[in-house]
C-alpha cells in the first residue's frame, strides 16, 4: 500500500487534506499511526471502530501516552479510547475526556475508495526518513 503524501489542497499554511491509502487496507486494523511532517508531537491514530474512522493526536494530552494501543469502549454510546498509561478516556469523536483534558482531532473523509485526514503537516504511514520531517 502507497504511504499517504498528499498535498491536496497544496496550502502552506493550515490543514490540509492528506491522502492517507486506501479504505479496504486501512479498515483492516483497528488503529494505524500516522507520521506527521511536523514532529513526534503531532503524529496522528487513524482509528476504524463501527464502520468509521476517527483520527486524534497519537499522544495522549495528559503524558504522552501511546492512544493507538489503548482500549476502546462504547460508554452509554460514546465511543473513547481509553490511554493505556493512566486510563484517561477521551471520546473519538470530540477529543473530550471525562478530566478536563481535550485531545485534538481532525476530520477524516473517504473519496474515490481513499481516506483523507484533514491535518496542517504532512502524513505517511511511514516514518519520515531523519532531517526530512519539515
Ligand atoms: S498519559 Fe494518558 S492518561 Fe496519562
Redesign the pocket.
Known sequence: MASGCGEEDGQAEGASWRLIGPVAALSSRRCRLLFSSLGRGSDVCLFYVKGEFFAMDAR?A????PLCEGDIEEVEGVLQVF?P????NFDLRTGKSGTSLQQNVYEVKQEDGNVHVKHSGRLSLEPFPVGRRS
Open positions: 495522549c495528559h503524558s504522552g501516552g490511554c498509561w493512566h486510563d484517561y
